[in-house]
């Protein structure tokens, strides 16, 4: 019988999970992006190869993070019973609501994140996968409302609603970045209005709720 080892007891593999809660790690407590993936597994004992496994680069395992975002808020919302009942307007709410608690519970590495390149735009890149998850959601939303009309304008509303859909997603990202209010209040005021002053348009409602959002918006501002 071959003598046991302290090598013979092998390490869990870390999956695209662990990889991503010790990159989030290594950030916040770094303040920098790791140098390498090579440096990367060195420090966290594993191989390149376990990290090539999961992702390509960082750069697809930042994108990742996002879509695991996405995904975590999705998953937790259609295990509610009553989430399956609600109308689309109460989904789209839902979801919002729920994927900033997501946020926030990662708020360090969020504002880290979307603040380390001195190009905003270069900070939004990471948000690519995000873009294509929220927009095909916000289709699936709409189809769904479609469904009930006499008259569609399938694709067109479709596409200009997971457009809208999306844009709204960015701004209150960086209202919600900007927040001090406690618990985020404010944010979830902004997330409230946003998405009725949406549906409203799209139901070809009286304006009033988007002259109530731009009242709000302003006072915000002015603040």
């Known amino acids: 019988m071959a003598k046991s080892t302290g090598n013979s007891k092998m390490k869990k593999k870390p999956d695209s999970d662990k990889l991503v809660a010790m990159y989030m790690d290594d950030v916040l407590e770094n303040e920098r992006t790791p140098k390498s993936v090579y440096k990367f597994a060195k420090d966290h004992e594993i191989t390149e190869e376990e990290f090539y496994k999961h992702f390509g680069s960082f750069d697809g395992l930042r994108k990742a993070i996002w879509e695991k975002f996405f995904d ?91 457009e809208g859909v999306w844009v709204q997603f960015l701004f209150l990202l960086k209202f919600w970045m900007d927040d001090n209010s406690a618990g985020f209040e404010s944010t979830d005021v902004a997330i409230e209005k946003s998405v009725n002053t949406v549906f409203d348009i799209f139901d070809n409602t009286p304006l009033e709720r988007v002259v109530d959002f731009g009242k709000f918006l302003w006072k915000e501002k002015m603040a």
């Open 72 to 162: 975590n808020s999705l998953n937790v919302m259609e295990k509610s019973k009553e989430y399956q009942s609600f109308s689309n307007r109460e989904k789209l709410l839902t979801f919002f609501f729920t994927i900033f608690e997501v946020m926030t519970a990662n708020r360090s590495y969020v504002l880290y994140a979307l603040n380390e390149n001195e190009q905003p735009l270069k900070n939004l890149d990471q948000l690519k996968s995000l873009r294509r998850k929220l927009k095909s959601y916000a289709k699936t939303l709409i189809k769904e409302g479609n469904k009930d009309k006499s008259i569609k304008i399938f694709e067109q509303s479709e596409m200009i609603f997971s």
